[in-house]
């Protein structure tokens, strides 16, 4: 079982570049999520989609789009990329009102 | 808004024996999840235990157990007979048993060291 994976590992991008960052589950979940880590810190909500055509922004939603096209797939679009941007990027999946979410491997991103 | 405070940036154990880590947050609501997670070097995610609020008796998970003192908002995870496998990261993290997005809140961690 794949579970929820991430595309790419390991992205180095330039200031102001754009890139997509793919995130596939295989467990037929409805609700799918984006976090960010900062260093030393806990994760935070960036984006979130209750099903496929819905989305909403979390806590820190600014410089990032979404989109849910079909069920398995949500990526994160980083436009115009800004040092702020470093971090390590995750995505999760659930069931609605199932409460465990379902992590994927993380994708670290430096901007310089 | 909810918050969730983990006290001990670090903690240190020695290999068999027991380490509990502490959690604790701050809601309005009575209807919420509590998790702990572990992130070990390869940075990955692992759901270690889970907790309703609405359940009294404490969740167990093999090694792993919690203390859920509910009136307190006290979360704490015990590691029994602690394995080198067990150093990681652990994340404490509460989700809301309403709302429309069901996000986790997480604390800022707890960096455990398991000494052989």
């Known amino acids: 079982n794949a579970g929820v994976t991430q595309t790419p590992k390991f992205r180095i991008l330039k200031i102001g570049q754009s890139m997509t960052l793919q995130c596939t589950q295989d467990m037929n979940h409805n609700y799918m999520y984006w976090y960010r880590q900062d260093p030393g810190m806990g994760l935070k909500l960036i984006y979130y989609?209750?099903?496929?055509?819905?989305?909403d922004k979390g806590e820190v939603p600014n410089g990032y789009n979404v989109s849910r096209s079909t069920t398995e797939d949500f990526p994160l679009r980083l436009e115009l990329a800004a040092p702020s941007q470093t971090s390590v990027y995750f995505c999760a999946s659930s069931y609605a009102g199932a409460g465990t979410q379902y992590f994927g491997p993380g994708t670290r991103l430096t901007v310089l | 808004a909810q918050t969730v405070t983990q006290s001990q940036p670090e903690m240190s154990v020695q290999e068999a024996e027991t380490v509990t880590l502490s959690c604790t947050y701050d809601t309005s609501e009575s209807d919420y999840y509590l998790f702990w997670y572990k992130q070990p070097p390869s940075r990955q995610m692992i759901l270690v235990i889970r907790q309703e609020a609405y359940k009294q008796q404490n969740a167990t998970e093999n090694r792993f157990s919690v203390n859920f003192q509910k009136a307190a908002k006290s979360f704490s995870l015990k590691i029994s007979d602690s394995q080198l496998g067990d150093a990681a990261m652990y994340f404490c993290?509460?989700?809301?048993?309403?709302?429309?997005?069901?996000?986790?809140?997480f604390g800022k961690g707890t960096l455990l060291t398991v000494n052989p």
């Open positions: 993290a509460y989700r809301s048993g309403g709302g429309s997005n069901y996000k986790l809140t």
């Open positions: 989609s209750v099903g496929a055509g819905i989305t």
